[in-house]
């Protein structure tokens, strides 16, 4: 297609910040619609990041729409969905999730929409799941956004220590972008060096503490997350519109368990290339089963 077309889905904190991302840095990206089941606010956005334009270090046409503008776009980015209301479990949260995103994929899909789909509302890892069964599109092209924050929150805990630039730090969080989530400390490395033969045990078990649980602690105190996903959710889309091949741990289909997880994948134009074949430890193993496990245990909670 090669429109270098995004539609954002969603123009809550996070669609907002993706947007606003997307013209602060330069990108491939020619074009922006943003679409919000609120319409005069997707309306008002696109408004307020036109006026940016002249100043911006790109220049990129932004609308509001509809889905039907879904049609000639290289890539449409997911963030609409309900936010977890006190008392509600992830579970209930799942499954209303699950029912809105069915109707939005479907009328998507009905505009002749045959880009990529790049999932960030969560529960991430089950919804890509669905939205690749709601759209019959092949898996490869369906991404979820996977543990890249993840893996960028661990980069920069690492590197605090080490006292290098967190570009330096190789590392992974992989399986699901949640509770179950964890460490890949028997490939971290620094300039070669492994992170294991660098760190304690217990300092690396802070650090994964750490980055599993920072983004309840960033909720708890200004109420969302938004500024960190939207950057890295840029990263992911140059990746796609430059064909860049690069790895990255989306959240992309794993055949044998028949799930969607955080894993290092082989990142183009065409979506998801390859993922990685891995030599884990025994215990990072039983892990990623464990992470494996919950997702299944969500997908079948949802009766579709």
Known sequence: MDNNKVMIVGTGNVGASIAFALINQRTAVNEIVLTDIIAKDAEGEAMDLRDALSVAPSYVKISNGTYKDAKDCDIVIITAGAAQKPGETRMDLLRKNASI???????????????????????????????????????????????????????????????????????????????????????ADVGGQKVADLLSDDVRKGISEFVKNEAYDIIDKKGATYYGIATCVVQIVNCILNDEMRVLPVSSYDSFSDTYFGFPTVVGRTGVIRRLDLKMSEAEGIALQKSINTLKKAIKSVKM
């Open 101 to 187: 995103l069915q109707g939005m994929v479907e009328q998507i899909m009905d505009s002749g929409f045959n880009g990529i789909f790049l999932v960030v509302t969560n529960p991430m890892d089950v919804l890509t799941y669905f939205v690749a069964k709601f759209s019959g599109l092949p898996t490869e092209k369906v991404i979820g956004s996977g543990t890249v924050l993840d893996s960028a929150r661990l980069k920069t805990r690492v590197a605090d220590y080490l006292r290098v630039n967190p570009k330096s730090v190789q590392a992974y969080q992989i399986g699901e972008h949640g509770d179950t989530e964890f460490t890949l400390w028997s490939l």
